[in-house]
Structure formats: structure tokens, C-alpha cells
């Protein structure tokens, strides 16, 4: 078996031949823009400083990567694009100047990092040049990109969702060194929509069953993060975009600890062979302000008791689950998503390991980027761009929603993972 080589990404961008060789695959995937966008600003914008030299400079970039239609046209939100456009007219503060592209670049160096390098660490391209550049070379930067292993904290399924519970799948959700992709992007080929992912280590869940391994599931939507977002948690329509729900009960909501829960009654069928499992699990939605992210969080819980009456299968068998959907704001029709799922579903422990099961978490990702996609449009198509779920007309910002439909008053703030 083949050993998967990491690089950091902060490595490979201050090693010119391995930036190189990125710049290289992103070419042939079609999507050059971000790393050139960000080595423009490196180099011929930070490192100037005359302030006359400099601002032609800005306006260089801004005419090829920032401007709508421009060549090279980069994805950012358009609150993001005109504060700097705005602040680019003012040609005598230069302390204003030179932070002119730190947004920008923060974002797009986010994003950069979060998906195309994560693939090209799988790529043709990095193993042609692995094996170009020799393993004393390659065993240098991966020994200067090693990192402590993840810290992952067991849920407690008795209690409320907690600060801790939101940073440990953070961790996975933004890791990249854990994974093995159940797909790659082929030499010359466009990258695509949407990837799927098992992790290579197992994490605990409640501290009592088996560790288990971990499915992401990433993909780029056409949608705003609102739109997404709705999609998902509209009472309309969340039932129908996640094809392994069979059914969906609300229950009463809780307060308890920092954060408000919207609770359910879940039935799942995984796989035919399988039985119907099932959960009582308690949601939380919140914001995170440094991501620019909303973080949709659910594990199940054993402290609600369940009204036999509401079960469809009284056969059904229990199990243990942590999710998270993160839905990353790009530009104001684009946002990218992460979903992850740690879960023991009580079937045989090598059950992630058979081929079956790779085909189905395969599946699953390209069909959770369709459906999402399909529900988002129909939504926007239907009650238009942005809008909020129908059961709130009276409440007039995207905040006021948030605090009274998905309880997440004071639960705005960014997590340090």
C-alpha cells in the first residue's frame, strides 16, 4: 500500500518548487486565479515600498483579479470586494494602503487551503513531482510539516452541546492530513463539485462504544451561504435533502448550558442490508465570525426520553452520531460546505472498511451536493434570493431569525481550534 505524503500548506507556500508544482496542478484543474491572485499580492504588492509604485501595483491587481469581469476574476463576497474597491479611491492614507488586500487574501487563502490543496496532495501532479524530487527531499518537508496529533474530546450524550463539542469536528472539518479520498482529480481534468473522504484515524464518540472513523464530504454550491443554509433548515424542506432520513419528528426544545437545541426524533436507513437505526439528537446553529461560517451541529443524545407512539420501527436500533455542516461564505452566489460525520451505527466494526461501504459514502457525497444543490435552487426559485423560512415574517434580518428560530443568541463569536 502506498503511503500518503503531507505537506503543510504553509510549507508548500514558502517552498517555491512545491508552489510551483501547485500552480502547475491548479492549471491543469483549471482554477490558477486564487494562488496567483495571492502570489501578486506577495510579491509585487507587499514587498513595494514606494507608495506611488505601490498603488500602481493595487491597481494592476484590482483590474485583473478583483473587478467584476475581469481576466482573472477571483471569488469573493461583494461586501469583501467593494470595502476594498472603496478603500483603493483613497490614494493618501498609507497605513490603509497596504492592508488593502488582507481580507481578500485571507479568504481566498482559505479556501485555497481548505479544498484544491487537500486534492492536490492526491493529485498525478504532486506524486510525478514525488517521485521526481527524490525522498531525501520529500522526507525533509514532510518532517518540517508533521504536526501534533488531533485532539479530539469524547461527546457527552447526557448533557448539552458544549464549546468543546464544536471545536473537536472543527478540527476534522479543517484537517487535511487525516483523509483518504474516495475520489481524485485525473491529470488535465476540472475539478470537481463536490469530494468525499474517510479518515485514516478512528475517534471517540461517547467515550463507551468503539472509536470510529469519521466521513467528510466537501463540495463548492452555486447558492449563497443563506441559501444554503435555509435549505437545510427550513421546516419545508430539511426533511427531503438528506436521502438517509426516513423520518423526522420535532420535539420539545431545550435551554441548557451556553447554547439553545432544537431536538428530533430521526429513523435511518443506511444501506438495504442494514436495519433501520435511529436517534434522538439535539441541533444547534451558529456563526462563526473569523470563518465566516455557519456551523450547523447535531450529536445524538440519551437525556430525552421518546414518546413510544412517535416511532415508525419499534425494531429500530439505537445509535451514536456528531455532525457538523460548515457553510463557508465566498461571494454572495458561491459558498463552499463541509459536512462530517463521526457515528457508530452498531453494524460489524470492519463495516467502513468493505468496498460496499466506500461505493456508499461515494454516493452519499454526490448525492448530498445534488440534492442540497436541487433544494437550494427550488428554494431561491420559489421564495427568492435569501429569503428567510416562511414561519418568520415578522422578524426583519438574518440575526433576528437566528436568535429566535435557531436559539443562537450570543452564540456569534469565532472558535480557536
Same mark, same amino acid.
Given at each position: 500500500?502506498?503511503?500518503?505524503?503531507v505537506?503543510?500548506?504553509?510549507?508548500?507556500?514558502?517552498?517555491p518548487?512545491?508552489?510551483?508544482?501547485?500552480?502547475?496542478?491548479?492549471?491543469?484543474?483549471?482554477?490558477?486565479?486564487?494562488?496567483?491572485?495571492?502570489?501578486?499580492?506577495?510579491?509585487?504588492?507587499?514587498t513595494?515600498?514606494?507608495?506611488?509604485?505601490?498603488?500602481?501595483s493595487?491597481?494592476i491587481?484590482?483590474?485583473?483579479?478583483?473587478?467584476?469581469?475581469?481576466?482573472?476574476e477571483?471569488?469573493?463576497?461583494n461586501?469583501?470586494?467593494?470595502?476594498?474597491?472603496?478603500?483603493?479611491?483613497?490614494?493618501?492614507?498609507?497605513?490603509?494602503?497596504?492592508?488593502?488586500?488582507?481580507?481578500?487574501?485571507?479568504?481566498?487563502?482559505?479556501?485555497l487551503?481548505?479544498?484544491?490543496?487537500?486534492?492536490?496532495l492526491?493529485?498525478d501532479?504532486?506524486k510525478?513531482?514525488?517521485?521526481?524530487?527524490?525522498?531525501?527531499?520529500?522526507?525533509?518537508?514532510?518532517?518540517a510539516?508533521?504536526?501534533?496529533?488531533?485532539?479530539?474530546?469524547?461527546?457527552?450524550?447526557?448533557g448539552?452541546?458544549?464549546d468543546?463539542?464544536?471545536?473537536?469536528?472543527?478540527?476534522?472539518?479543517?484537517?487535511?492530513?487525516?483523509?483518504?479520498p474516495?475520489?481524485?482529480?485525473?491529470? !488535465?481534468?476540472?475539478?470537481?463539485?463536490?469530494y468525499?473522504?474517510?479518515?485514516?484515524?478512528?475517534?471517540?464518540?461517547?467515550?463507551?462504544?468503539?472509536?470510529q472513523?469519521?466521513?467528510?464530504?466537501?463540495?463548492?454550491?452555486?447558492v449563497?451561504a443563506?441559501?444554503?443554509?435555509?435549505?437545510?433548515i427550513?421546516?419545508?424542506?430539511?426533511?427531503?435533502?438528506?436521502?438517509?432520513?426516513?423520518?423526522?419528528?420535532?420535539?420539545?426544545?431545550?435551554?441548557?448550558?451556553?447554547?439553545? !437545541?432544537?431536538?428530533?426524533?430521526?429513523?435511518?436507513?443506511?444501506?438495504?442490508?442494514?436495519s433501520?437505526?435511529?436517534?434522538?439528537?439535539?441541533?444547534?446553529?451558529?456563526?462563526?465570525?473569523?470563518?465566516?461560517?455557519?456551523?450547523?451541529?447535531?450529536?445524538?443524545?440519551t437525556?430525552?426520553k421518546?414518546?413510544?407512539?412517535?416511532?415508525?420501527?419499534?425494531?429500530?436500533?439505537?445509535i451514536?452520531?456528531?455532525?457538523i !455542516?460548515?457553510?463557508?461564505?465566498?461571494?454572495?452566489?458561491?459558498?463552499?460546505?463541509?459536512?462530517?460525520?463521526?457515528?457508530?451505527?452498531?453494524?460489524?466494526?470492519?463495516?467502513?472498511?468493505?468496498?460496499?461501504?466506500?461505493?456508499?459514502?461515494?454516493?452519499?457525497?454526490?448525492?448530498?451536493?445534488e440534492?442540497?444543490?436541487?433544494?437550494?435552487?427550488?428554494?431561491?426559485? %420559489?421564495?427568492?434570493?435569501?429569503?428567510?423560512?416562511?414561519?418568520s415574517?415578522d422578524?426583519?434580518?438574518?440575526?433576528?431569525?437566528?436568535? %429566535?428560530?435557531?436559539?443562537?443568541?450570543g452564540?456569534?463569536?469565532t472558535?480557536e481550534?
Open positions: 500500500m502506498t503511503t500518503r505524503i505537506i503543510a500548506y504553509d510549507k508548500a507556500r514558502t517552498t518548487e512545491v508552489e510551483a508544482n501547485f500552480l502547475e496542478y491548479l492549471k491543469r484543474s483549471y482554477n490558477r486565479e486564487p494562488l496567483q491572485f495571492l502570489i501578486a499580492v506577495e510579491t509585487d504588492f507587499k513595494e515600498q514606494d507608495p506611488k509604485t505601490k498603488r500602481m493595487a491597481k491587481i484590482i483590474d485583473n483579479y478583483i473587478k467584476d469581469g475581469s481576466p482573472l477571483i471569488n469573493i463576497d461586501g469583501t470586494k467593494y470595502k476594498l474597491l472603496k478603500e483603493a479611491e483613497d490614494q493618501h492614507d498609507d497605513k490603509k494602503l497596504d492592508a488593502l488586500f488582507d481580507d481578500a487574501h485571507k479568504l481566498v487563502s482559505a479556501e487551503k481548505a479544498d484544491s490543496f487537500t486534492r492536490y492526491d493529485s501532479t504532486f510525478e513531482f514525488v517521485k521526481k524530487k527524490g525522498t531525501k527531499y520529500i522526507n525533509a518537508l514532510v518532517a510539516s508533521e504536526k501534533k496529533q488531533i485532539s479530539f474530546s469524547p461527546f457527552d450524550v447526557n448539552a452541546i458544549k468543546q463539542d464544536i471545536i473537536s469536528l472543527l478540527r476534522l472539518v479543517e484537517d487535511v492530513s487525516d483523509w483518504v474516495l475520489q481524485i482529480t485525473k491529470k !488535465h481534468a476540472r475539478e470537481k463539485m463536490y468525499s473522504y474517510l479518515s485514516k484515524s478512528k475517534y471517540p464518540l461517547d467515550g463507551k462504544v468503539p472509536n472513523m469519521a466521513a467528510k464530504f466537501v463540495g463548492v454550491l452555486p449563497s443563506e441559501d444554503a443554509l435555509y435549505a437545510l427550513d421546516r419545508e424542506y430539511r426533511n427531503r435533502w438528506e436521502p438517509f432520513v426516513k423520518l423526522q419528528v420535532d420535539l420539545d426544545p431545550y435551554k441548557e448550558g451556553d447554547y439553545s !437545541h432544537l431536538v428530533s426524533y430521526a429513523e435511518l436507513k443506511f444501506m438495504p442490508i442494514l433501520t437505526r435511529y436517534c434522538v439528537g439535539q441541533t444547534s446553529v451558529v456563526y462563526d465570525t473569523e470563518r465566516r461560517a455557519y456551523l450547523i451541529f447535531s450529536k445524538s443524545t437525556g430525552v421518546i414518546d413510544p407512539t412517535k416511532r415508525k420501527k419499534p425494531n429500530a436500533i439505537p451514536v452520531l456528531a455532525s !455542516h460548515a457553510i463557508y461564505k465566498i461571494s454572495d452566489d458561491k459558498c463552499r460546505y463541509v459536512t462530517l460525520t463521526v457515528s457508530c451505527i452498531n453494524a460489524r466494526s470492519d463495516l467502513a472498511n468493505n468496498a460496499s461501504s466506500r461505493i456508499l459514502f461515494k454516493k452519499r457525497g454526490k448525492g448530498l451536493f440534492n442540497w444543490l436541487k433544494l437550494a435552487l427550488e428554494r431561491k426559485e %420559489k421564495y427568492g434570493h435569501n429569503a428567510r423560512p416562511q414561519h415574517p422578524l426583519d434580518t438574518l440575526d433576528d431569525y437566528m436568535k %429566535k428560530y435557531l436559539n443562537t443568541e452564540a456569534t463569536k472558535w481550534i
